[in-house]
């Protein structure tokens, strides 16, 4: 390894599942994968969410960035997320929730 040069934590990525507000008569699903991002559970790393949900035959799209990591006392952690959809309808849903635990993260001693 080069002498002076800071090895960045492996990237890894998270899964979340939510259900938007109700708007009229109507609610979404936002389901995906963050953006990866090089982090571990005592930085203050963060992911993008992006996305469309369909439902009733119109869309919405959201982007948002995730909180901080919360570490978990048996190893991990996890982010909170909340936002809102757009779209060029005349309403938009809040949603909020939190990822799973990282994916992607190397064995260790890889």
């Known amino acids: 390894m080069n002498k002076g040069i800071t090895q960045l934590p492996f990237a890894h990525t998270h899964h979340y599942k939510t259900t938007t507000s109700e708007k009229e008569e109507h609610e979404h699903s936002v389901v ?5 991002a090089n982090g571990c559970d005592r930085d203050e790393h963060v992911h993008r969410l992006e996305g469309v949900t369909l439902v009733n035959d119109h869309q919405h799209r959201y982007s948002l960035k995730t909180g901080p ?7 991990g952690h996890y ?3 909340d ?3 757009f779209s060029h309808t005349k309403h938009e849903h809040s949603f909020y929730g939190r990822t799973s635990l990282p994916l992607g ?4 001693n890889w």
Do not use: C, W
């Open 105 to 108: 993260y190397y064995p260790p």
């Open 83 to 85: 936002g809102e959809t």
């Open 32 to 36: 995906g994968f963050s953006f990866p």
């Open 79 to 81: 982010h909170e997320f």
């Open 69 to 75: 990591p919360i570490p978990l006392s048996r190893g």
